[in-house]
């Protein structure tokens, strides 16, 4: 075991590094770390984790059910200022923040990363690891980046989070002695992510005379590892970061009644109106449980829609945010090939457009060139779900992102 957490220690680290340039020495020293992770650069420190908290950073209490993601890992997707990984199971507001594109990526893992399920899965039984998401603060003093691994791969199939993270702890010594660490602070630190508590590591090491603080927290998911790094440079600020994760809505099989759905989003901090509300009549369904999120200045609408028993039929998601015209776009094609991946080639509600461009690769040029603005795309899977994925126009002219989920006629 301890190899493979070795390897991704000095992965984490480094990358750091080559993404967006290194930090400076002139950040302002916030809090003191506590407890330290590990995670360990190969060259100088990138990425290092703070300390964890003790208290929950979101007060949310009722944890909906975690999709079965045992077998499968998702890329994830970034929506403006927001990152969410459905492997993980949260979202991240970084506000003002940069993150590292598809290339950026392929380069910090050493790989051509066409970020799709079967790519990854594919590049995970290749290296063990694959980095998912990078991103960096405004004044390069903070970083945080999200990490895949397989379990088994790692030696640490059905370990819990308690025990991956002791696990890395103890391989601390060889990674501080490889990076030139003469002394080190390091706990072990529980944090809570929601209704959800997982294990870290907290560390605190001076390099190059920089002071590094890194936090590693370690999420099993099925199959694979999640481990979320935030590193500060000069100074403790990972309660910032902590603070903008949010849980994603959970994913349910049809049928599922409207009553256990409401009680597992509905959360004690939630209230009616403000953050979720019922609808009868919906378009296509006689009744819709919807949940809205403001909270990061974006507006995120989650609807479950039921037939007149209360059984679950479609569910959509409606995004909507002040980003550019091509990043709305460029996140429309990421989820197209997403799904392409898992569902096959899709059905375009125009078939013209095949005819025009030739193929879907063609289509999704057209999307992201902005010579095409309307289109839908829908896929039929094994399982009978029909999906579909769309750009529309709000009523002040900006663009929403549609994803709609339902069974197929």
Not at 24 to 42: C, I, L, N, R, S
Not at 376 to 394: G, H, K, R, V, Y
Request: hydrophobic share 35%; proline share 6%.
């Amino acid at each position: 075991m301890r190899k493979p957490f070795i390897l991704l220690l000095a992965l984490l680290m480094v990358f750091g590094l080559g993404c967006f340039g290194r930090p400076g020495k002139d950040a302002a020293v916030t809090d003191e770390p506590t407890q330290a992770p590990t995670e360990a650069p190969t060259d100088e420190p990138t990425e290092a984790p703070t300390e964890a908290p003790t208290e929950e950073p979101t007060p949310k209490p009722t944890e909906a059910p975690p999709a079965d993601i045992t077998g499968m890992v998702y890329p994830g997707e970034i929506y403006g200022e927001c990152y969410e990984n459905r492997t993980l199971g949260y979202g991240v507001f970084l506000e003002g923040w940069r993150f590292a594109d598809e290339g950026q990526l392929s380069q910090l893992n050493n790989a051509v990363l066409a970020f799709t399920p079967n790519d990854l899965k594919h590049a995970l039984k290749e290296s063990g690891t694959v980095i998912l998401m990078y991103a960096e603060s405004p004044d390069g003093q903070d970083n945080i980046n999200l990490s895949v691994e397989d379990a088994k791969a790692a030696e640490v199939g059905g370990f819990t989070s308690e025990q991956i993270a002791e696990a890395v702890a103890d391989s601390y010594d060889h990674v501080a002695a490889q990076m030139g660490i003469e002394e080190y602070e390091l706990d072990l630190c529980d944090v809570g992510f929601g209704a959800e508590t997982f294990s870290g590591t907290d560390v605190v090491f001076e390099l190059n005379g920089i002071e590094v603080h890194q936090l590693q927290i370690f999420v099993p998911r099925g199959d694979y590892i999640c481990i979320v790094t935030i590193t500060s440079y000069n100074g403790d600020r990972h309660n910032d970061v902590l603070y903008s994760f949010y849980r994603l809505p959970g994913e349910y099989a049809w049928g599922t009644s409207i009553d256990e759905i409401e009680s597992a989003e509905i959360e004690e901090w939630m209230t009616e109106d403000d953050d979720w509300f019922e609808d009868y009549f919906a378009p296509g369904a006689d009744k819709s449980f919807n949940i809205y999120n403001i909270e990061f200045g974006y507006y995120f609408l989650i609807s479950y829609n039921f037939d007149t028993e209360g059984r679950l039929v479609s569910v959509s998601k409606l995004f909507a945010e002040q980003a550019e015209d091509d990043e709305i776009r460029s996140t429309m094609v990421r989820i197209v090939r997403e799904y392409s991946e898992l569902y096959g080639e899709p059905e375009l509600g125009n078939p013209f457009y095949l005819t025009r461009y030739g193929d879907v690769e063609g289509v999704l040029a057209a999307i992201e060139s902005g010579e095409l603005s309307q289109f839908d795309f829908s896929w039929t899977a094994e399982n009978a779900d029909l999906l579909s994925a769309a750009i529309q126009n709000d009523s002040d002219g900006s663009p929403l992102i549609v994803i709609d989920r339902r069974p197929a006629e």
